[in-house]
């Protein structure tokens, strides 16, 4: 084999030639003191390039990007978000609690409906509309607060799970509060 | 972001050779990333990609302030000079240098060589990439890549060389 060429030499250290190559090129190398002297002497360099100096970028500079990616939001944002969260979650969660799709009042007054002609009919009419239309705005707000969730309210989201929780826990003692003694039986 | 952070940084700061101008398009090409990400196409790897984005940024600026990023001459680089502010230097010249000082010394010579040798050596080096994955980012044949990280090297051994360093 003829001696390697320089340019050879140093795709071989950098380790872009195929395994046969290598090989052959190794086998080369035990051989050829030349290109041993060649080799040893790129491979001083290459192994200085392969440990690069770095340099550290500043500690804010992540913290900054993440502030130009998600501006701020003004702080009466945040509070209001903070309130219209809270709400939002504390009713919904009674809201699913108790169940009131499955409320027997309602049922009732639809089963009236269909078996009632007259001034009654517009009467249960009216309030099934109320009800399917506090039954939308649950929804609109569940929609609401998942977008203003999405826009990274962070600190906010945290207070307003913990809000949430809580409605949950003081919708279950309200629940056993009302619990008739015996009711089980 | 923290993984790509320091090679980014690292990258930027040795193509511009300033630091506010680095970190300023270090903002950038991160910012850059978030916007386009809905453009990313799966079929590629993720950071050959991103390094796309990045070197873009670098060679535009590059480009657009030709003036002030004064690229030296692959012949005219007065190590000895360059260095001279550095801690890496000796009053018996550079022969008694330790391993340590030796790569601080190359690595400033790399930081001074014309931009189109600079450009693969860091890609190669300090983004760790395959010649394959450099010739997608910065759309050059495989062919030419080889060749000038081989005369980049060949710079860099030369002034090893005539600094009396051994090579």
């Known amino acids: 084999m003829a001696c390697l060429s320089d340019d050879k030499i140093l795709t071989y250290l950098d380790g872009e030639i195929k395994s046969i190559e290598q090989a052959i090129i190794r086998d080369h190398l035990l051989i050829c003191p030349d290109c041993r002297r060649t080799t040893d002497s790129y491979a001083e360099l290459h192994k200085i390039l392969a440990q690069p100096v770095t340099s550290e970028p500043p500690a804010w500079l992540i913290p900054q990007i993440m502030k130009r990616i998600y501006p701020e939001i003004p702080k009466y944002t945040s509070i209001a978000a903070l309130i219209a969260a809270s709400f939002i979650f504390f009713v919904t969660w009674i809201y699913i609690y108790f169940d009131f799709s499955k409320n027997s009042l309602i049922k009732a007054l639809q089963l009236t409906a269909d078996s009632t002609s007259g001034w009654l009919v517009n009467i249960i009419k009216a309030i099934s509309t109320i009800y399917n239309s506090v039954q939308a705005a649950f929804k609109a707000c569940n929609a609401f607060l998942n977008m203003l969730l999405n826009i990274r309210l962070g600190g906010t989201m945290i207070i307003a799970f913990a809000l949430a929780f809580s409605g949950l826990v003081l919708s279950i003692l309200i629940r056993l509060l009302l619990k008739k003694p015996g009711a089980e039986k | ?167």
């Open chain 2, 1 to 167: 972001m923290r993984k790509y952070e320091k090679k980014i940084f690292n990258f930027v700061i040795r193509m511009v050779r300033n630091e506010e101008v680095a970190i300023d398009l270090t903002q950038d090409f991160f910012i850059k990333i978030f916007t386009v990400l809905d453009k990313y196409n799966f079929e590629y790897k993720f950071s050959t990609w991103a390094y796309r984005i990045c070197y873009n940024l670098v060679i535009d600026h590059i480009r657009k302030n030709q003036a002030q990023v004064n690229s030296l001459d692959d012949d005219s680089i007065s190590t000895k000079d360059m260095l001279s502010s550095d801690n890496v230097t000796r009053d018996d010249g550079f022969k008694n240098l330790s391993r340590e000082e030796t790569r601080i010394y190359i690595w400033k010579i790399v930081e001074h060589i014309a931009p189109k040798f600079r450009e693969l050596i860091l890609l190669r080096y300090i983004q760790d990439l395959k010649y394959e994955e450099i010739a997608e980012i910065t759309a050059l044949p495989v062919g030419t890549i080889k060749n000038r990280i081989f005369k980049a090297k060949e710079i860099l051994k030369q002034e090893m060389e005539k600094d009396g360093l051994p090579v």
